[in-house]
């Protein structure tokens, strides 16, 4: 462990902080059926930016550490990166939807579908992972890094960019910066 970079240290282990948020997706994604059409942009904007910090910061701090301390870490990382990419190609696509249409409900349901399955697959198979390959100071390690990197992550989808390294480490910061300026312009 002496060869990895110096990190921010969290009082939560990061597996904690992924359940934690799933569970507030999976509330967050329930109420679209309680919000009036003509209330859904305000709510999807929320939606938008909760699930692409969140993967993003996945994409950083979590799946590397998978492809690189596992076994088969490889394939778990491509898959569950694959699936994040379906849901996120999925909400530029919405971005574009009146939201109060009826394509727009539909393709909500499609996402919260993706989404939910998603993390049903992370916590059966990638956070079991995690405990198995870290310690518990690293799994608090781990949780700084993800906090940070959930904090400073882009705040819309962005499907063309890389989900690896070093291409997401390069352009997510460029990304984050253009959505940041965006949703001050738009009033977000």
Known sequence: MA???MTTMSTTDVVELLLADH??????L???DHIAPTERASYFCEVVTELVRHEV?????????IRRATPGGDQEATTRIAEQSEAEELLAHMEKLDTSSAEFATEFATLRRVVLD???SEEASTFPLLKEMEDADSRLALGGRYEHAKAVAPTHPHPHTPDTPPGNLILDPVASLFDKA?????GA
């Open 3 to 5: 060869d990895r970079p």
């Open 23 to 28: 569970e507030e997706t999976k509330a967050l």
């Open 30 to 32: 329930g109420r679209f």
């Open 57 to 65: 910061a996945e994409e950083h701090v979590v799946y590397p550490v």
């Open 118 to 120: 998603h993390a049903s």
């Open 182 to 186: 965006r949703d001050v312009v738009r």
